[in-house]
């Protein structure tokens, strides 16, 4: 999916909810446990409910590679199912040696056919280019992440600057606003300006609202940019809004619930 059309799904559905399939088979509903394929199950009654309220889904790989094979079979049909109407990312932070990450690159975007892969940049630009060398593939770079860690070497000083303003700086003369994104984390919404300032033409994808408390308003007001430039994603908060055998109901209504926010930052 070009940066075009992810503009105009954007503002056709008033929205910029990605939601984050991170389905951990130990916690949907018990009844589905009995299907053949209970996580591509699980998925599939989720993307039903909530494919009108979103215009991303990102795939968390580690609760499926936990599974080994059927997890990547699940994993599989999942991207399958949700076809093309949605941006489609692979959360699996990868990132190592160039012919390495040329493998990488071609499970997901070849194999798997993701639209998007986050990738670690700690051991430079020629672990990183292998995946912006794909047309219309886009690479997600983790840039300040919401997690304690963060403090151990994001936030320490590097030259002039914080570590994550170097990777910031230094990964945008890799690729373009067209084929690289920045992760940045909801909760470092103090940071967004200055982000902003750095990368003002990106796209920016946020984890971290909705679990891990950050603020939808102040993340709006702080990093759109003129043609969104946000990716906000809610995982645990959307598909395990219940339980029971109306999941995929609530599973709507939160889903619902934040497109219906952003609408009115969008206005």
Request: net charge negative.
């Given at each position: ?84 109407s949605h941006f489609t990312i692979a959360d699996a932070k990868r990132g190592d040696i160039g012919n390495t990450s040329t493998q990488y ?163």
């Open positions: 999916m070009t940066r075009q059309q992810l503009v105009e799904e954007i503002r056709k559905k008033q929205s910029y909810l990605c939601v984050g399939l991170d389905t951990d088979i130990t916690k949907i509903p018990k009844h589905l446990l009995a299907a053949a394929d209970p996580v591509f199950e699980f998925n599939r009654m989720i993307i039903d409910a909530t494919k009108d309220y979103c215009v991303s889904y990102k795939i968390n790989t580690a609760f499926y590679e936990a599974l080994g094979r059927r997890g990547w079979d699940s994993m599989e049909k999942t991207v399958d199912y949700i076809g093309k690159a071609k499970a997901f975007f070849e194999t798997l056919n993701f639209d998007a892969i986050t990738v670690a940049p700690y051991m430079g630009s020629d672990s990183v280019k292998p995946f912006l060398e794909y047309k219309h593939k886009w690479t997600i770079l983790l840039g300040l992440t919401s997690n304690p860690g963060a403090q151990d070497f994001e936030l320490q000083p590097a030259g002039n600057g914080l570590l994550y303003e170097k990777v910031l700086t230094t990964a945008a003369q890799w690729g373009t606003p067209e084929n690289l994104m920045y992760v940045v984390g909801a909760t470092q919404a103090d940071s967004f300006t200055a982000i902003r300032s750095l990368t003002p033409d990106h796209f920016y994808l946020v984890p971290g609202v909705g679990a891990q408390g950050g603020s939808l308003k102040e993340i709006s007001a702080k990093a759109m940019n003129k043609d969104v430039g946000l990716l906000v994603n809610a995982s645990r908060a959307v598909i395990f809004a219940g339980n029971g055998e109306d999941f995929a109901e609530k599973a709507a209504e939160a889903a619902k619930t934040y497109a219906q926010e952003m609408a009115g930052y969008l206005k």
